[in-house]
């Protein structure tokens, strides 16, 4: 799903606007949604309410059901004046109005009748909101734990079970900010946490059995594990450490401490989520959230600045193979153009 067109009548202060998220005449995707988008604007402009309508409005789409030239649901009504239209892959364009739904052409009005009862969307619809409060107390006590101590806290037993929750649902909204609870980051930090849980019992069984005295037999031992035992982090570091390299930092796949260990090459030492910089912090819960997720077909909401440019997004963090053929949408919200 990708964002197409927006026209505000009125929304909270925003009136009259036109927003067109198009290729421009004269390119060679002429017409076809842009992929990244930067909306532009000083403080209290409204580039929030523009990210926050966009959301609301995608929210509707889950569930609603046609009869006919009718579309019901258990909760649709747009919360402003105006239109918005989006684009699918599957199922073509979708206009959304307040008391009517335009889909590729055919026109759907708001009420019941008889009839055989259909959905109005087949398609899996994903979107991400990465809110500027993003970075939570919540957050920081997860990241800044011993993953072992987070495994032995008997209130997240169940939760590697919610993985589905978010990796195979046909419909999910994902709101990250400051009322995000804990348990939505150890869900999504889940595979490293049962990763270093084998590594400690790997690591456990080898000094039992006196190996540690020699260091090939040693070797030998923990090489024949790792053929089965691929640590999770791996592909998040090469594609993070790229980033992180111009900062001075790295992450460190040797170090178990924390869940994702950043090492500081100033200082030769790993810091803890918590000593990070602002910008850093943001960067880290941002970036594991979509590395880690399936983003095709998505749009991606992100109310803050984490790079100087959007045109230096690490968008490689969630470039990889998807069962949809079209990338995310991202839509990120700036004080300054795009250098």
């Known amino acids: 799903m990708k964002l197409k067109n927006l026209h505000i009548d009125s929304y909270r202060h925003l009136e009259n606007l036109d927003f067109d998220f198009t290729y421009p005449e004269g390119h060679a995707k002429f017409g076809q949604p842009l992929e990244k988008i930067c909306v532009i604007g000083q403080s209290a402009t409204g580039k929030t309410s523009v990210l926050e309508l966009i959301k609301e409005s995608f929210s509707k789409l889950n569930g609603i059901k046609t009869i006919r030239h009718k579309f019901f649901a258990d909760e649709y009504k747009l919360n402003f004046n105006g239109k918005i239209v989006f684009l699918s892959i599957d199922e073509g364009l979708l206009e959304l109005k307040d008391e009517m739904i335009i889909k590729d052409g055919k026109e759907y009005i708001n009420g019941h009748e008889g009839g ?25 006590n997860v990241f800044n734990q011993n993953p072992i101590n987070i495994l032995n806290d008997s209130t997240t037993i169940d939760h590697p079970r919610l993985q589905d929750l978010y990796r195979n649902s046909n419909y999910y909204v994902l709101e990250l900010g400051k009322d995000v609870e804990a348990k939505t980051w150890i869900l999504l930090l889940n595979e490293i946490h049962e990763y270093r849980k084998r590594f400690t019992q790997m690591a456990s069984e080898i ?35 790229p980033v992180l390299k111009k900062l001075n930092l790295e992450i460190d796949l040797v170090n178990t401490e924390y869940t994702i260990p950043i090492k ?69 919200a700036n004080s300054s153009p795009p250098g």
């Open 207 to 241: 000094i039992n059995r006196g190996a540690i005295a020699d260091p090939n037999k040693l070797s030998k031992q923990y090489a024949k594990w790792a053929e089965t035992n691929k640590n999770p982090l791996l592909p998040f570091a090469e594609k993070f450490n």
């Open 264 to 332: 500081s090459h100033s200082k030769d030492e790993v810091i803890p989520v918590s000593g990070l910089s602002t910008g850093t912090k943001g960067l880290l819960l941002s970036m594991f959230p979509l590395f880690e997720l399936d983003t095709s077909d998505a749009i991606i909401l992100i109310d803050f600045v984490f790079f100087e440019s959007s045109s230096n997004w690490p968008t490689s963090l969630f470039e990889k193979p998807m069962a949809s053929a079209w990338s995310p949408s991202m839509i990120n």
């Open 116 to 140: 055989e009862i259909n959905f109005l969307l087949n398609q899996r619809l994903k979107l991400i909101y990465l809110s500027s409060e993003i970075i939570s107390k919540e957050a920081i």
